[in-house]
């Protein structure tokens, strides 16, 4: 049972370009939500995040919204730039829970 | 500023053969995760602690064993290596849950024969 899901294995923009990566979550529990970005042969590295009583949160080029009825979030990355190719991983915790729920990632490629 | 170490980066083991990774970290994390990435699975947790002398299981704790004798270090172990145990391994720190950035190390590749 996927808690945390990332529908889109992949995405390919233009740079310049808005690049918009969903995830969608089932538990109710869930209460913060965090971006991760891991590029090969490294960790992942902490982006951007978001608590459930807010619906945005923005740094810099970086966007994150959030939809609690929806139980929906997308990160927008505004202009995309070649750095920014990688994979993008949702996570998500809440009440007790100390450990955070993945999900199984998203290969953008911003192409120059 | 080291942050999250993980030894060793790379290692083949034949099947049953024993082996520990090393995970240390030098910024006072309570908590430490050991977490397992695969191809289409995303990052899947197998074991965690919330601080010294603690460990819990995760999602996927079967063939594994932890141990957290020092707060800095976090120790993951296969006692009987199996080819589904392929996998690159990474461990992460935070300073608070739930709400705690987590902080990664490179990664451990590990491959089984």
């Known amino acids: 049972d996927q808690q945390v899901k990332q529908n889109s294995p992949s995405l390919s923009v233009q740079e310049g370009r808005i690049s918009i990566l969903n995830c969608d979550y089932t538990?109710?529990?869930?209460?913060?939500f965090l971006w991760y970005k891991k590029y090969p042969a490294e960790g992942p590295t902490f982006l951007i995040s978001?608590?459930?009583?807010?619906d945005k949160n923005e740094d810099g080029r970086f966007t994150v919204f959030l939809n609690k009825s929806a139980k929906h979030l997308s990160l927008h990355i505004v202009p995309s730039q070649p750095g920014d190719s990688a994979v993008y991983f949702c996570?998500?915790?809440?009440?007790?829970?100390?450990?955070?729920?993945f999900g199984k990632g998203t290969l953008l490629t911003v192409n120059p | 500023n080291a942050g999250v170490t993980q030894t060793p980066k790379f290692r083949v083991l034949k099947t049953g053969q024993s082996m520990t990774l090393l995970c240390a970290q030098d910024?006072?994390?309570?908590?430490m995760y050991w977490y397992r990435q695969d191809p289409g699975m995303g990052l899947r947790l197998i074991h965690y602690?919330?601080?010294?002398?603690?460990?819990a299981k995760g999602e996927v704790p079967d063939g594994y064993n932890v141990s957290r004798l020092k707060k800095q270090n976090f120790l993951l172990g296969l006692e009987s290596a199996a080819p589904s145990q392929t996998s690159v391994y990474f461990c992460?720190?935070?300073?608070?849950?739930?709400?705690?950035?987590?902080?990664f190390g490179e990664g451990s590749r590990l491959t089984v024969l």
């Open positions: 992460a720190s935070s300073e608070q849950q739930p709400t705690g950035e987590l902080f």
């Open positions: 538990n109710s529990m869930f209460d913060y």
């Open positions: 978001i608590s459930s009583i807010k």
């Open positions: 996570a998500a915790s809440g009440g007790s829970n100390y450990k955070l729920t």
């Open positions: 910024m006072n994390h309570e908590y």
């Open positions: 602690s919330v601080g010294e002398g603690t460990t």
